[in-house]
């Protein structure tokens, strides 16, 4: 079979990229870009806009003048015309309706007093995935993209694996403790609860294990992995993915403002969405939302979505077990081949790029957070800042010792200075003009890691390519399958999952703050 | 001889209507029994990123095979009551959006009637019908009858 579908359209949608690069190299786009306040981003526009572009028009050049032929060539050239439309997609929200609804919401807030850009959260990741939808339920996937979209998936596996360089070791210790505890509470306690309605409302067997899966583990996929294991009806299969799909989606748009209105930290709104979430890929989208220029959030709602994922094969046999004992005209299963099917290997990727980068094959150990401390390299403060700091007064005697070092060297001097002076930087009593300098003197203290942010920008284009993507496949029709018993299940488990997730998070506040 | 095209899916609703439209047939009457595989699972598994692809082909084998297997189930019920009648059954399985493939098959089969069931009352347990819109009405070219909902 040839998969390749031949279309001018990956030839266009290449050029456009190669003119889009051009023209912002050239300066001609200067006037957009400054009124968008983009141009922190004119070299990444340049360099992503001439990569795909010319792939793009090598590929489409290829599917016009040459007749593919069946083969692992013709599939893997198959995907890059989907794989572009994404990324068209990407270029357009992140360079374009972003910084626009950025620049209404900043307006609106001037004049009605509500940014609601910045309320809702509204930013690239978010508008990925509602164009990917738009263009999935009202356009249409194109035929020549359909393989390509599907490509999506990897895009965000790929990510997930990238992360895994990320991490300290201290860091993975500390989230992983935090997230066996909350995970193992609400994966059980979900699953408790479905199978305890489900008894009550007396809904059959295999819908309340289909339904317990997706509502406890990881949403779709869960449901997807468990539906043969228990046979589920088909009627069934609809009604929980529906279910599930309506509030994954809700979830992603509320999960987000909430945790803006309620001050939330990176690594608290990371752990409750990781929690409270129920379908696994929105996870990952209201983190980039909450946070979309950083990994923090998604590095603390991806250690919980992953210890998530990873009691997806130990549910699915669970389920196997209890489904058995339950239906005489059942088959039996084999245990092994269900855990070793539903294993998701990408986890071990995870695992192995996180071993290597301990050993500092990345970038220098110090260099992990992203950020590392830059001594004597730090820019020095202005002689009129430090003239402001003069007139600072503190009455402990290790602050001052810290301010005067400060004072004296222009710069911050050592980690436990500037951990005491962020400390009088938020003080209530400490005069606004005296904290504006602090601010600027611990800024001046860390440096971003070339490298580091390099990757971090890399996993951030990756999960921005996978959601899009995965937006293209998400069709109203399948969630408007949600009804029957399922959506009341799923309303209440939903509910108390997340409503529950939110007040553990609150209650650990300190301690999911390494 | 009459033709009468049956629109069922095994519901409570289409139920009523098979057993109606099956009372319609005479000796040598043919009844076409037609069932509808929505197109929403299209995107039934659009949104699990996670598991591989083994997973996701035992997912959709499995989903064909559940579909398959509950309209032969639906077919054969219909088929023995028909045979009881003397009358001819032809059966038709197609994936498509309810209209669209209830107005392709009125236009293939040219019926004398065609026959449905209502939709489930509100509150009632199962999925709702796409079918009787009133895009479907207002293009459908030969008598149809719709059977209102058995109290149950």
């Known amino acids: 079979m040839v998969y390749t579908k031949k279309t001018p359209w990956v030839l266009i949608i290449g050029i456009i990229m190669c003119v889009y690069a051009w023209l912002v190299q050239q300066q001609y786009l200067a006037g957009v870009i400054k009124y968008l306040e983009t141009d922190k981003l004119a070299g990444e526009m340049v360099t992503m806009g001439y990569i795909f572009g010319v792939i793009g028009i090598v590929v489409g050049l290829w599917q016009q003048f040459m007749q593919p032929k069946e083969g692992h060539l013709d599939y893997y050239l198959s995907t890059i015309g989907g794989a572009l439309l994404i990324l068209l997609c990407v270029f357009a929200v992140k360079y374009g309706a972003e910084p626009v609804f950025k620049a209404w919401g900043a307006a609106a807030g001037k004049s009605i007093g509500w940014d609601f850009a910045k309320t809702l959260g509204i930013n690239y990741i978010l508008l990925g995935i509602i164009v990917g939808m738009i263009v999935v339920n009202v356009f249409k996937v194109p035929t020549w993209a359909e393989n390509g979209v599907r490509l999506s998936r990897l895009g965000l596996k790929t990510g997930v694996i990238l992360l895994g360089a990320l991490y300290s070791a201290a860091e993975l210790a500390e989230y992983s403790k935090w997230s066996i505890g909350l995970i193992f509470v609400f994966v059980l306690g979900s699953v408790g609860i479905t199978l305890f309605m489900g008894r009550r409302r007396n809904i059959p067997t295999s819908m309340a294990g289909v339904l317990s899966a997706g509502l406890g583990v990881c949403g779709v996929s869960a449901t997807v992995a468990s539906a043969p294991v228990v046979n589920a009806k088909s009627s069934e299969i609809a009604y929980s993915i529906g279910t599930i799909l309506l509030w994954g989606i809700l979830m992603m748009f509320i999960f987000p403002p909430v945790g803006r209105a309620l001050g939330m930290t990176y690594e608290q709104f990371g752990a409750w969405a990781g929690t409270g979430i129920l379908n696994s890929a929105q996870v990952a989208a209201a983190a980039l939302i909450y946070q979309p220029n950083g990994i923090e959030t998604l590095k603390v709602a991806e250690i919980f979505n992953i210890t998530r994922i990873l009691v997806l094969p130990i549910i699915v046999l669970w389920l196997a077990v209890w489904y058995v004992e339950r239906e005489q005209t059942a088959a039996k299963v084999n245990l092994l081949h269900v855990i070793v099917g539903k294993f998701p290997l990408f986890v071990l990727g995870f695992i192995v790029l996180f071993l290597l980068s301990t050993t500092g094959m990345f970038a220098p150990s110090h260099h992990a957070g992203g950020k590392f401390f830059a001594g004597e390299k730090a820019k020095l403060l202005k002689d009129e800042q430090i003239v402001v700091l003069q007139k600072a007064a503190t009455d402990r005697p290790e602050t001052k010792a810290a301010l005067d070092n400060l004072i004296a060297n222009k710069r911050v001097m050592s980690k436990e200075d500037d951990v005491l002076l962020r400390g009088m930087e938020k003080a209530k009593e400490t005069p606004k003009e005296i904290k504006a300098v602090l601010k600027d003197a611990h800024k001046n203290a860390w440096k971003t890691s070339p490298r580091i942010g390099w990757f971090r920008d890399l996993i951030i284009w990756f999960f921005a390519f996978g959601l899009t993507g995965l937006g293209m496949q998400i069709t109203v029709k399948a969630i408007t399958q949600a009804g029957g018993q399922p959506l009341i299940i799923g309303t209440t488990v939903g509910t108390i999952k997340a409503v529950g997730a939110l007040i553990a998070v609150l209650l650990l506040k300190d301690l999911i703050n390494p | ?152």
């Open chain 2, 1 to 152: 001889m009459q033709r009468i095209l049956l629109a069922s899916h095994g519901t409570t609703g289409s139920r009523a209507a098979e057993i109606v439209a099956v009372n319609h047939l005479q000796p040598g009457d043919q009844l076409i029994h037609l069932q509808v595989v929505p197109d929403f699972w299209d995107g039934m598994q659009g949104d699990d990123w996670l598991n591989n692809s083994s997973t996701r082909d035992v997912f959709a084998v499995y989903v064909e095979n559940s579909l398959e297997t509950e309209a032969k189930v639906t077919f054969d019920r219909v088929a023995a009551m028909v045979a009881k009648r003397s009358a001819m059954c032809e059966t038709r399985l197609v994936y498509d959006k309810p209209v669209q493939a209830l107005l392709k098959a009125v236009a293939d089969v040219v019926p004398d009637l065609v026959i449905t069931g209502a939709p489930r009352p509100k509150y009632a347990e199962g999925q709702n019908s796409k079918m009787l819109t009133e895009a479907m009405l207002r293009a459908m070219v030969v008598p149809l009858l719709v059977i209102p909902y058995p109290n149950v």
